[in-house]
């Protein structure tokens, strides 16, 4: 009978698959990330955008293609009532920036336009890789420019705040995949050399011969391996104009002293990239096997692999098509990065200290004693706060001694005592921790004193 009931009874709800909280700490990682990278942008010259989590799908399938793992399989649509547009939770960041440029008609604004947004995307992932199927991006555009400089100015953006963030081990391919002209004969000659080693690869790519050829580039699989490495490389057909502008990218990179590797797979899994192609990573030594499963030990007699391990922080390319594929008359070149901040925040090197600003470390800690104290006590903090006076303060406690003992714990440098006799002449006792040196202040004068303190 009672196993019964037990069947009956639901577990609990959880976190939905690839879905997680992000509490406490954890929390503060993610918002000191993201006001770093706030931060660099702004420096940089790029303005904030926020565009809608959902977006219609068809957004997705035309402007990123259908030949897409992130649209054939990995994308969230969701179902509203018959008859309304389908829409479609938004797995990355461009195309929906894109839009957003055109409906608000920001080609009549100074050009380039350099937005950057944050937030989740959403990707069907299968669970077994680890990955997350909700993750946040730092996101960065250059829209309305095909320059060069452009293209560079992504890069070192998004280089230079990895680096803030505490990344200093960073590795970056590129490649450029050509544009209109030049990538057709590229594609021919990838679909023959791999139509020659058809049965050497795997189902997928038996697949993307015939539907997206540069994709084969992209194939995870270890059978394709050896065949991926011998494919003919995008580099070796560009047109002159693409010659020239991947040279001009490199020739930036290099008076900027960023060290860079052309990678002639790196073609990124979207449709709508054109010319420069790029990925940021992490450089990791490989950690000494944690537990090696007999397999593994059977496969490699003596590993001598000191080969780094590459954790891709961030990625992105040119689009200079796009636009088009949305519907928009003019062409509208532009470039972008997405940072994937889940990575970086859990990828060795972030720097932990990266607090956000809410965080300021409180040099008061406001002590109350009794209650008419603890009445005052909001009305303290508020003088404070306006005067950005950061404070710390433990209102559910009442002892003198364990209020001090929390503001000594905090190693917060003065204190606020606020008892009886303070409320009724309207002052307060302000304690250096320190030196246990004390005065006694005027409420009106407090902020004034306080400012002044070291
Ligand atoms: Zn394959
Ligand atoms: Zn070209």
Excluded: W
Excluded at 91 to 118: D, H, K
Excluded at 344 to 364: D, M
Aim: proline share 5%; with cysteine; aromatic share 8%.
């Amino acid at each position: 009978m009672s196993q019964k009931k037990e069947n009956i009874k639901l577990d609990p709800p959880r976190a939905p698959k690839g879905m997680r909280d992000i509490v406490a700490k954890e929390y503060y990682y993610y918002q000191g990330f993201f006001e770093k990278a706030a931060e660099v942008a702004t420096y940089y010259g790029f303005k904030p955008i926020e565009t809608p989590l959902m977006e219609e799908t068809r957004l997705y399938t035309s402007g990123i293609g259908t030949d897409t793992d992130i649209v054939q399989k990995e994308m969230y649509e969701i179902k509203t009532g018959s008859g309304s547009i389908p829409l479609a939770l938004r797995p990355e960041f461009t195309a929906g920036i894109v839009r957003a440029y055109i409906e608000n008609g920001m080609q009549t604004m100074p050009q380039p336009v350099m937005l950057y947004s944050y937030g989740q995307c959403y990707r069907h992932e299968k669970p077994q890789k680890g990955r997350l199927r909700e993750l946040r991006q730092f996101d960065l555009e250059i829209l309305g420019s095909e320059k060069s400089i452009a293209d560079a100015t992504v890069i070192k953006v998004a280089m230079t705040t990895l680096e803030e963030a505490g990344h200093n081990n960073l590795q970056l391919s590129i490649n450029s995949i050509g544009d209109k002209a030049c990538r057709n004969g590229y594609r021919k000659e990838l679909t023959n050399y791999y139509k020659k080693h058809l049965a050497a690869v795997c189902k997928d790519c038996k697949i993307r011969v015939k539907n997206n050829p540069l994709r084969l580039l992209d194939c995870k699989d270890e059978k394709c391996k050896p065949i991926k490495e011998g494919a003919p490389q995008s580099v070796g057909f560009l047109c002159d104009p693409c010659k020239q502008h991947f040279k001009e990218v490199l020739e930036y990179l290099e008076a900027l002293k960023i060290e860079y590797t052309i990678d002639g797979n790196l073609v990124r899994g979207l449709d709508y990239y054109t010319r420069t192609v790029f990925e940021i990573n992490a450089k990791a030594m490989p950690t000494e096997k944690k537990t090696d499963t007999e397999t593994e030990k059977n496969n490699e007699e003596s590993p001598k692999t000191e080969e780094p391990i590459l954790l891709a922080l961030a990625g992105g390319g040119r689009y200079d098509y796009l636009a088009k594929t949305l519907g928009f008359k003019k062409d509208l070149p532009g470039i972008g990065v997405g940072i994937g901040v889940d990575r970086v925040i859990s990828t060795e090197g972030f720097n932990q200290e990266l607090a956000p600003r809410i965080l300021k470390k409180p040099k008061i800690f406001f002590i109350q004693l009794g209650f008419s104290a603890k009445l005052q006590s909001l009305a303290i903090i508020e003088i404070l706060r306006k005067a950005r006076i950061p404070v710390m303060q433990s209102l559910s406690k009442d002892s003198l001694s364990s209020q001090l003992g929390t503001a000594e714990k905090m190693k917060i440098p003065f204190t606020i005592i606020m008892g009886q006799k303070e409320v009724i002449d309207g002052t307060v006792i302000v304690r250096n921790m320190d030196t246990r040196s004390q005065e006694e202040i005027k409420v009106e004068k407090l902020t004034e004193y306080v400012k002044k303190i070291k």
